[in-house]
T-cell receptor, first 115, second 116 residues
Framework: QKEVEQNSGPLSVPEGAIASLNCTYS??????FFWYRQYSGKSPELIMS????GDKEDGRFTAQLNKASQYVSLLIRDSQPSDSATYLC???????????????FGQGTILTVHP | GEEVAQTPKHLVRGEGQKAKLYCAPI?????VFWYQQVLKNEFKFLIS????????ETGMPKERFSAKCLPNSPCSLEIQATKLEDSAVYFC??????????????FGPGTRLTVT
C-alpha cells in the first residue's frame, strides 16, 4: 500500500462544475496536509494547507480533512479551464516527529476542465 | 527574495560526470528541502536543512549525492559520477518553520538534469 494515494484520474469536468479530488494516507499520526497544483513543466504551487479535522475554504477551493478515516479532499467550485493541471496531495509531519518535515506526495490526479 | 530561486534551469551531463545544482530559499525561511521528481509525478524526498545544519538526510543516496547549505551562499546539491537514472527534475523548497509547528513549503522552478 502506498503511503499517500490519490483517486485515479484523469478527471474531466465541464466549466462551472465542482471538481472533487480525493486522497488517503497510511500514517495515522500525520499532522499536516497540503494540496499543490502543478502545471505541465512547472513547479508545484501550494494552493491549500489543512491541519485540523473539518473544512477549510479559500476562494473557490475547499479542503476537507478527516483524520479518523485518514482522508483528505479538495473541492474546486466553479471550475475554470485554467484549473486544468495535476493536483498533488502531500502529507507531512507525524506526531512522533520522525518525518522531520519532509512531504510525502501522492501520484497526482490530472484534472481537465473543458469549456 | 520572495521566491525560491534555482539554477541552472537545465543541465546536461554525460554519464559519470559531476552535476551541481543550486538553490536560494525565500528570505527569512530557515528550512530547505530537496526533492527529485521522476516519471512525471513521482516525488522523492532527498534531504533537508535547518539553516546550515542537516535536518533530515534519510532520502539521500549518500554514495554519490551530497548537499550543503552554507551561510550567505546558495544551498547546493551535488551528484558525483551521474548515472542515467539520475535524470529527473530536482526541486528545492523552503519553509519558515518545521514540525511540530504548522509549516508550508514553497517550491522553486526546478532544475532539469539530463544524463546521457
Amino acid at each position: 500500500q502506498k503511503e499517500v494515494e490519490q483517486n485515479s484520474g484523469p478527471l474531466s469536468v465541464p466549466e462551472g462544475a465542482i471538481a472533487s479530488l480525493n486522497c488517503t494516507y497510511s500514517d495515522r499520526g500525520s499532522q499536516s496536509f497540503f494540496w499543490y497544483r502543478q502545471y505541465s513543466g512547472k513547479s508545484p504551487e501550494l494552493i491549500m494547507s489543512i491541519y485540523s479535522n473539518g473544512d477549510k475554504e479559500d476562494g473557490r477551493f475547499t479542503a476537507q480533512l478527516n483524520k479518523a478515516s485518514q482522508y483528505v479532499s479538495l473541492l474546486i467550485r466553479d471550475s475554470q479551464p485554467s484549473d486544468s493541471a495535476t493536483y498533488l496531495c502531500a502529507v507531512g509531519a507525524n506526531a512522533g516527529g520522525t518525518s522531520y518535515g519532509k512531504l510525502t506526495f501522492g501520484q497526482g490526479t490530472i484534472l481537465t476542465v473543458h469549456p | 527574495g520572495e521566491e525560491v530561486a534555482q539554477t541552472p534551469k537545465h543541465l546536461v551531463r554525460g554519464e559519470g560526470q559531476k552535476a551541481k545544482l543550486y538553490c536560494a530559499p525565500i528570505k527569512g525561511h530557515s528550512y530547505v528541502f530537496w526533492y527529485q521528481q521522476v516519471l512525471k509525478n513521482e516525488f522523492k524526498f532527498l534531504i533537508s536543512f535547518q539553516n546550515e545544519n542537516v535536518f533530515d538526510e534519510t532520502g539521500m543516496p549518500k554514495e554519490r549525492f551530497s548537499a550543503k547549505c552554507l551561510p550567505n551562499s546558495p544551498c547546493s546539491l551535488e551528484i558525483q559520477a551521474t548515472k542515467l537514472e539520475d535524470s529527473a527534475v530536482y526541486f528545492c523548497a523552503s519553509s519558515q518553520s518545521a514540525p511540530p509547528d504548522s509549516y508550508e513549503q514553497y517550491f522553486g522552478p526546478g532544475t532539469r538534469l539530463t544524463v546521457t
